[in-house]
């Protein structure tokens, strides 16, 4: 199983950023798939997540109607669509995969906010 995200970069505050994570090695339709970020001198964090069996979408409290956590199943792919970005959002994002509780991780992509 491996994952790459790609998508991050250096967006000024307010702006907009979709990070994307492809997924191979197996099929993960079945599979919740989610983001997660850390940011400098801090754990890391849950963002969103995505269970497509289910049809639910969780969301960290702060993302909420911000970011929108969506997936092509056919490109084994999740993307994270991130608006109205600000200074608090800058971290690296990492993409993981949920293979009935294994986790596998992909290496993250870097997302800076400036205000």
């Known amino acids: 199983v491996q994952l790459q995200a790609s998508g991050g970069g250096l967006v000024q505050a307010g702006g907009s950023l979709r990070l994307s994570c492809v997924a191979s090695g197996r099929t993960f339709s079945r599979y919740t798939m989610g983001w997660y970020r850390q940011a400098p001198g801090k754990e890391r964090e849950f963002v969103a997540a995505d269970n497509w069996r289910r049809g639910s979408t969780y969301y960290k409290d702060s993302v909420k109607g911000r970011f929108t956590i969506s997936r092509d199943n056919a490109k084994n792919t999740v993307y994270l669509q991130m608006n109205t970005l600000n200074a608090e959002d800058t971290a690296v994002y990492y993409c993981?995969?949920?293979?009935?509780?294994?986790?596998?991780w992909g290496k993250g992509t870097l997302v800076t906010v400036s205000s």
């Open positions: 993981n995969v949920n293979l009935g509780g294994a986790f596998y």
